[in-house]
Nanobody
Framework: QRQLAESGGGLAQAGGSLRLSCVAQRSIFSSFIRNTMGWYRQAPGSEREPVASITGDNSRNYADSVKGRFTISRDNGKKTAYLQMNNLRPEDTAVYYC??????????WGQGRQVTVSS
């Protein structure tokens, strides 16, 4: 069983919205709440880049390109992180990856979800 299971994403028109979810399947609650969750994306021909992150105490960071449009959140009871993407642009088209950094320094990645925004 993979540690991080992603869902959501898909196809949207410019100006539309999509949501991504990421469940930490093998984490227990007491450790998950201490982990930092994040989202990265990788467009064709480009390097993987950070999009947003949220710490265990809900401190959030965003890439400048998504500030005011994307919102990262977490539900510790469900061991899940979310990325709500509003006002999507064609340049948001990419494969989005969930990332988890544990309190003891381990890093995990999701399998990636395609997000495609048409103009």
């Amino acid at each position: 069983q993979r540690q991080l299971a992603e869902s959501g994403g898909g196809l949207a028109q410019a100006g539309g919205s999509l949501r991504l979810s990421c469940v930490a399947q093998r984490s227990i609650f007491s450790s998950f709440i201490r982990n930092t969750m994040g989202w990265y994306r990788q467009a064709p021909g480009s390097e993987r880049e950070p999009v947003a992150s949220i710490t265990g105490d809900n401190s959030r960071n965003y890439a400048d390109s998504v500030k005011g449009r994307f919102t990262i959140s977490r539900d510790n009871g469900k061991k899940t992180a979310y990325l709500q993407m509003n006002n999507l642009r064609p340049e948001d088209t990419a494969v989005y990856y969930c990332n988890m950094i544990t309190y003891d320094g381990q890093t995990f990645w999701g399998q990636g979800r395609q997000v495609t925004v048409s103009s």
